[in-house]
C-alpha cells in the first residue's frame, strides 16, 4: 500500500466515522422530539385531571376523589421519568456533537493530507515528464553528429 492509499483509507475512515455519528444524533433528536411530545401529553393530560377535580370537587366521592389524585400523582412521577429520559437524551446528543466536531476536524485534516499528497504527486510526474523531454531533446540535438 503506497502512501495516497493510506491517506485516501485514513480520510474514508473519518469521513464514515462522521457520517456515524451524525446518523446517531439525528436518531437522538428524533428521540427527544418524542419525549418532548409525551411531556406535552402528560402536561396537557394533568392539567385536565387537576381542572375536572377543581370543578367537581364537591360532587365526587370520597373513593373517586382518591383514586382521581393517585391518578394524578402518578402522572406527576411519570413526567419526572420523561423529563429525567428528555434531559439524560439531551446529555448525549450534546456528547455526540462535541465528538462530531472532532471527527469532523480528524476528517479535514485527512483531506488536507490526502490533497497535498495528490500535489506532490503531480509535482513528481511534472518533473518526470520534464526530464524525459530533456533527455529527449538532448538525444535529438546529439543524433546528427552521431551519423
Known amino acids: 500500500m503506497n502512501q495516497r492509499n493510506c491517506w485516501i483509507i485514513l480520510e474514508r475512515k473519518a469521513h464514515d466515522q462522521v457520517r ?13 422530539d418524542q419525549l418532548q411530545q409525551t411531556l406535552d401529553r402528560l402536561m396537557g393530560m394533568y392539567a385536565e385531571y387537576q381542572a ?20 394524578m400523582s402518578q402522572l406527576l412521577h411519570l413526567r419526572e421519568r420523561v423529563q429525567r429520559d428528555l434531559m439524560h437524551n439531551q446529555g ?15 476528517r ?16 513528481l510526474q511534472a518533473t518526470l515528464e520534464q526530464k524525459q523531454m530533456d533527455d529527449f531533446g538532448v538525444r535529438r540535438f546529439n543524433l546528427p553528429s552521431l551519423l
Open 20 to 32: 456515524d455519528l451524525q446518523q446517531q444524533i439525528a436518531m437522538l433528536q428524533s428521540k427527544s
Open 92 to 106: 448525549l446528543v450534546a456528547q455526540l456533537r462535541a465528538r462530531l466536531i472532532k471527527a469532523e476536524s480528524e
Open 108 to 123: 479535514m485534516k485527512m483531506q488536507a493530507l490526502v490533497d497535498q499528497q495528490e500535489q506532490a504527486e503531480r509535482q
Open 52 to 71: 375536572r377535580e377543581q370543578k367537581n370537587h364537591q360532587q365526587l366521592g370520597l373513593q373517586n376523589s382518591m383514586n382521581q389524585r393517585q391518578f
